[in-house]
């Protein structure tokens, strides 16, 4: 199964318990840990592209919170990762598959590491394009 399958089946799974109509945003938060990566996805009560913190209205989790991301599309660096995975988000909601849709009836998604800043991906319009990635905290 490749990666995109597994986003699929993640996101088919959890979003079909999701409450999507109290939901304005989601966030798909990348995270490093030890040269290891995960994306987890959340959903926000709120949604503001000039607000980075937005996410933190947080009501909506998906199960398993988080997957592994795998080492082809991680790269062994956070800036392939966050590019990579922008992509990789970017051509999951072109599907338009049931659970695409799901996500793209919220005011906006983004990506982005937890301590960094979001690149919003949908719409595409606030999306501005590609935006430099920020170097993300150390944890």
């Known amino acids: ?10 996101l088919r799974t959890s979003l079909s318990s999701a409450n999507a ?3 304005k945003g989601y966030s ?3 995270i490093e840990n030890g040269g290891e990566y995960s994306v987890e996805l959340i959903g926000a ?3 503001d592209a000039n607000d980075p913190d937005w996410p933190c209205e947080e009501i909506f989790e998906a199960t398993p ?6 080492e ?10 966050l590019t990579n995975m922008a992509t990789n988000l970017r051509d999951y909601l072109s599907f338009g598959d049931q659970s695409a849709q799901i ?5 906006g998604i983004a990506v982005g590491f937890v301590d960094g800043e979001l690149q919003i991906i949908h719409p595409a319009e606030q999306a501005g394009g590609h ?3 920020t170097r993300p905290e150390s944890t």
């Not at 199964?1 to 993640?10: E, K, Y």
């Not at 082809?72 to 990762?81: A, D, K, L």
């Not at 996500?103 to 005011?107: I, N, Q, S, V």
Request: one cysteine or more; aromatic letters at 12%.
């Open 1 to 10: 199964m490749n990666f995109l399958d597994h986003i699929s089946v993640w």
């Open 103 to 107: 996500l793209k009836r919220a005011d």
């Open 72 to 81: 082809p599309v991680h790269e062994g660096n956070w800036e392939s990762c």
């Open 131 to 133: 935006q430099p990635p």
């Open 28 to 30: 798909f938060n990348l």
């Open 21 to 23: 109509d109290k939901i």
């Open 45 to 47: 009560s709120e949604f």
């Open 65 to 70: 919170r988080s997957i592994p991301i795998p």
